[in-house]
């Protein structure tokens, strides 16, 4: 299209008038990718926890029954990041571990999730792929309308039409960007009815959604900024808070309550974050009014063990065992802090004890009780890393450190063409073709011909080129 318009003029501009265009159009393109979250255009530091990510699923669960979603198709993953965010990318939905530390208590984070199922169950992440398609077509078109005013304008010599030429560029891109916010903005709207309909199906209060809304109005006013509504993709906090207002005094279930389980798992989470996030004085800010209660003593007990000072941290978590002793997750962090303590052998059994009270048997768990049995330096322990490892990685095949931790195992146990494979299957999983490719090099000049093992690093050498 831009060669048709461009030689339809009968004065020849010259290859600089095509730069120009393009110029333009990619001036748009990035205009359009500034209304995006700032994930859409880069990489998100992610962060790994089984306490974590199996209290987020018990949160969400319901939510995603609700919405219709299957619940084996949705991953949720945390970011790091310290502000109040989340968002969905394709059957991804990413929370950030600032949204779970000021969140205090769960129904708030469950309105986030509840939130977010709407987008994914609105198939709103394909719309919008279609949304900036045509808004990128406009704009383009609109910038070329504008160079043949600007080209007629110079033959005719008015300096009238090349104005208007100029106009027509410099408005065309904004009244795309503003089509394709208004567009976000209904979207975001619906997602928050979405969210009342899976909050009222399994019962669950709108009083957590309410209250993040009026945290951000709160922020918005205290900003001292004045808001160009058009200009933001998401409806000002007000307008939802009043359509959340609405919505939740319709809801029988408005004054419904978090369970009181549910709720201390969720301070255990947020002392857990507040201790890796900012060590003992952010445990101590956050929970000033309940310094004694269980979260903040786990909170004391991980930042203790963060600073260096391991042995202590181990006595505040036996404590902690002794008055939760099904806790999984305080006896997989005691395995952690065994292992900086160097006594591998009860590493061991911390990591084994946590994996039979986790009901979720997460992959997590399984690969850290590999990784103490390869740590342990003993031979006989090193047929069961393997296995221990090998089946962690069937339930979560991009785990890398399990990759390397199964090489050391297979190279303890002698096997040193199977140590090179995990190496270059754990490469190949994790985008490094070139390690993964002279790995495989590596392990296919040592496996039997025919094997598995050979295949598999045959498959990556060829993948791989």
Do not use: C
Request: charged letters at 20%; glycine letters at 8%.
């Amino acid at each position: 299209m831009a060669t048709q318009f461009l030689s339809g003029g009968k004065a020849k501009r010259g290859p600089g008038w095509l730069r120009r265009s393009v110029a333009t159009a990619t001036a748009v393109a990035l205009s359009l990718a500034l209304a995006l979250p700032a994930h859409s255009q880069g990489r998100v530091a992610v962060v790994r926890d089984a306490e974590i990510e199996t209290l987020l699923k018990d949160y969400a669960n319901p939510i995603f029954n609700a919405a219709g979603l299957k619940t084996s198709r949705v991953q949720i993953v945390l970011v790091n990041d310290p502000s109040f965010n989340a968002f969905v990318d394709g059957q991804r939905m990413f929370i950030n571990t600032g949204a779970l530390a000021d969140s205090t208590v769960p129904n708030e984070i469950i309105g986030v999730i509840a939130h977010e199922a709407g987008h994914l169950a609105g198939g709103h992440q394909q719309r919008l792929r279609e949304q900036i398609a045509t808004a990128q077509t406009l704009s383009i078109v609109g910038s070329l309308l504008g160079i043949g005013a600007l080209a007629a304008g110079s033959i005719s010599g008015s300096d009238t039409g090349a104005q208007a030429g100029g106009a027509l560029i410099t408005a065309t891109p904004t009244l795309a960007q503003r089509n394709l916010l208004s567009y976000r903005r209904s979207e975001e709207m619906n997602a928050d009815q979405a969210a009342a309909r899976y909050l009222n199906a399994t019962g669950q209060s709108m009083q957590g959604m309410l209250t993040t809304f009026q945290r951000f109005s709160r922020s918005l006013s205290l900003s001292g900024v004045q808001v160009d509504p058009y200009q933001i993709s998401h409806p000002l906090p007000r307008e939802r808070i009043a359509l959340l207002e609405e919505l939740a005094r319709k809801s029988k279930h408005f004054d419904a309550r978090d369970p009181a389980a549910l709720n201390e798992r969720h301070q255990l989470m947020r002392a857990k974050i507040a201790a890796y996030t900012g060590g003992a004085q952010a445990v101590a800010r956050m929970f000033s009014d309940d310094r004694g209660s269980l979260a903040a003593r786990y909170g004391e007990a991980i930042a203790t063990d963060l600073s260096g000072n391991s042995a202590a941290s181990l006595q505040k978590l036996d404590a902690l065992i002794r008055e939760q002793p099904n806790n999984a997750y305080f006896h997989e962090f005691r395995g952690e802090v065994l292992l900086k303590l160097r006594r591998s052998d009860e590493a061991i059994k911390a990591f084994g004890q946590a994996l039979k009270l986790d009901r979720s048997k997460s992959p997590l768990i399984r690969a850290r009780l590999g990784f103490a049995l390869v740590a342990s330096g003993q031979p006989g322990n090193m047929n069961r890393a393997i296995e221990e490892l090998r089946v962690a990685l069937q339930a979560e095949p991009d785990n890398f450190n399990a990759y390397r931790h199964l090489s050391q195992a297979y190279g303890q146990a002698g096997d040193i063409a199977n140590a090179e494979l995990a190496m270059a299957e754990g490469n190949f999983r994790a985008g490094n073709r070139r390690e993964a490719r002279a790995f495989a090099a590596r392990a296919l000049q040592k496996l039997p011909k025919g094997s598995p093992g050979s295949i598999r690093a045959n498959d990556i050498l060829t993948i791989g080129n």
